[in-house]
């Protein structure tokens, strides 16, 4: 259980949480554009012109 400890410490676990986070928030807004794209798609718009 030795990399439980060193995962846990407090260095590596901030540097787990701000990689975590980043991925998190690119997620989100990679998800926000397709559901505005498929908003647009359904009011008759097209997102590719």
Do not use: C, D
Not at 19 to 38: C, D, M, P, W
């Amino acid at each position: 259980m030795e990399w439980l400890n060193t995962l846990l410490q407090p260095e590596t676990f901030a540097l787990l949480i701000a990689i975590v986070g980043a991925f998190s928030v690119a997620a989100l807004k990679a998800h926000h554009r397709h559901q505005e794209r498929i908003e647009k798609i359904k009011n008759g718009f097209n997102p590719e012109l």
